[in-house]
């Protein structure tokens, strides 16, 4: 289970940071991610972070946003810094649990 909490209504730049709770899973073993949803839109990625702590974002947000866990306490954060308009939305975690994978070959 993953709970979210952290939102809040704040003027542009501001910060707020946003916290995910998991439980009944091994949550040090998955890499974790940050995804929005605004208004009239599909869901977008935010930031993604791996087991051992590597990070990734999304263009909009990269150096403004920072992802972090603390695998003790089995929690997912996003610290968002420098709020804009259009960061205004649904944010959602989830775990990432990766397929095997499958070859693609384009050859003629």
């Known amino acids: 289970q993953l709970v979210e909490s952290g939102g809040g209504l704040v003027q542009p730049g501001a910060s707020l940071r946003l916290s995910c709770a998991a439980s009944?899973?091994?949550?040090?073993?998955?890499?974790m991610r940050w995804y929005r949803q605004r208004p009239g839109r599909g869901r977008e990625f935010v930031a993604y972070?791996?087991?051992?702590?590597?990070?990734t974002y999304a263009a909009s947000v990269k150096g403004r946003f920072a992802i972090s866990r603390d695998n003790i306490k089995n929690i997912l954060f996003l610290q968002m810094n420098g709020l804009e308009r259009s960061d205004a939305a649904v944010y959602y975690c989830?775990?990432?649990?990766w397929g095997q994978g499958t070859q693609v070959t384009v050859s003629s």
């Open positions: 009944g899973f091994s949550f040090s073993d998955y890499p």
């Open positions: 972070i791996d087991t051992d702590g590597t990070a």
């Open positions: 989830d775990a990432v649990i």
